[in-house]
């Protein structure tokens, strides 16, 4: 089955802890990106991958690191996470951009306390 | 940025026809409209895209004006599980920065027996 794989579904951590939120696609898509949800804010775009080793700012990538060394995942990285970063994290894959359509995870929901 | 103008909610009646409109007044020639919806925090999941064309899907329709600077995606026979946060962005198929996308605050569509 296509789909886009997010771990943990559920984070609670304390600042400053380091932690990885990762994402796999199975469906050999070059495109992946990240988003954070907040409530009144709708989603907002982190970072972004083309494809293996290009990676380039979201709208909101402040605090925020990822990697792209295989094609298949996404990591997202936070250093040194603070209460701000409190959300909901959504990962997405297409095949390309223009005229194809992005397939979202199921959602990382993280608490900073 | 590629922003988008979308009424923060709507209602429809069961059975009727939901029209969502969306402005997007700064959209370049090779940019495509994308509609997604959102129910509760899940993933958002893909509904149908546009460049130029009025196009329609099993899920929707969507109709795209002759200037491009606004859409209404249409969904025929709204049932109670259209209800969903509805997301119109934009998306580039080429250029220096097609793969940030920006997602405005949406529409909340609620459907009503």
């Known amino acids: 089955e296509a789909q886009v794989t997010q771990n943990p579904r559920y984070l609670i951590t304390v600042t400053g802890k380091k932690l990885t939120v990762t994402c796999s696609q199975n469906m050999n898509h070059e495109y992946m990106s990240w988003y954070r949800q907040d409530p009144g804010l709708g989603l907002r775009q982190i970072y972004y991958?083309?494809?293996?080793?290009?990676?380039d700012k979201g709208d909101v990538p402040e605090g925020y690191k990822v990697s792209r060394k295989e094609k298949r995942n996404f990591p997202l990285i936070l250093e040194s996470p603070s209460p701000n970063q409190t959300s909901l994290y959504f990962c997405?894959?297409?095949?390309?951009?223009?005229?194809?359509?992005?397939?979202f995870g199921p959602g990382t929901r993280l608490l900073v306390l | 940025d590629a922003k988008t103008t979308q009424p923060p909610s709507m209602d429809c009646a069961e059975g009727r026809a939901a029209n969502l409109p969306c402005n997007h007044s700064t959209i370049s020639g090779n940019e495509y409209v994308y509609w997604y919806r959102q129910i509760h925090s899940q993933g958002p999941q893909y509904i149908i895209h546009g460049l130029k064309n009025n196009e329609t899907n099993e899920m929707a329709s969507l109709i795209i004006t002759e200037d491009r600077k606004s859409s209404t995606l249409i969904l025929p026979h709204a049932t109670l599980r259209d209800t969903a946060v509805y997301y119109c962005?934009?998306?580039?198929?080429?250029?220096?920065?097609?793969?940030?996308?920006?997602f405005g605050q949406g529409t909340i569509l609620t459907v009503h027996p």
């Open positions: 962005i934009f998306q580039g198929a080429g250029g220096t920065s097609y793969g940030k996308l920006t």
């Open positions: 991958s083309m494809n293996v080793e290009v990676t």
């Open positions: 997405a894959s297409s095949s390309g951009l223009g005229g194809t359509t992005q397939y």
